[in-house]
């Protein structure tokens, strides 16, 4: 399984941005995709998933804030942040596992990241 997120870059408080995951050799073992940020000087922290097992799965800190999705070929998967905060600046990575879970150990694949920027 192969990963690329792309789809970073600078946008003002308040904005929007869509990031992509392209997922290559997807497998049913490894259907839970999930996105993980990392702020400067931060641990990486998880911030969505989504699986045919758990469906969508938001950290506190994004709902209501972000979605997430992905095509029916399960092909691409999609987060759409929208009412960006300066908090949310980081670099984003996608990765997958067999289950959605917070625990970055039992994600197997990583993309590399894109850096996001929320500032005036």
């Known amino acids: 399984v192969q990963l690329q997120a792309s789809g970073g870059g600078l946008v003002q408080p308040g904005g929007s941005l869509r990031l992509s995951c392209t997922v290559s050799?997807?497998?049913?073992?490894?259907?839970?995709i999930g996105w993980f940020r990392q702020a400067p000087g931060k641990e990486r922290e998880g911030v969505s998933c989504?699986?045919?097992?758990?469906?969508?799965v938001y950290n506190d800190f994004v709902k209501g804030r972000f979605t997430i999705s992905r095509d029916s070929a399960k092909k691409m998967v999609y987060l759409q942040m929208s009412s960006l905060k300066p908090d949310d600046t980081a670099v984003y990575y996608c990765?997958?596992?067999?289950?959605?879970?917070?625990?970055?150990?039992?994600?197997?694949?990583w993309g590399q990241g894109t850096l996001v920027t929320v500032s005036s």
């Open positions: 990765a997958a596992a067999w289950v959605c879970s917070w625990n970055q150990s039992l994600f197997d694949y």
């Open positions: 989504i699986s045919d097992r758990n469906g969508n």
């Open positions: 050799g997807f497998t049913s073992s490894h259907d839970a």
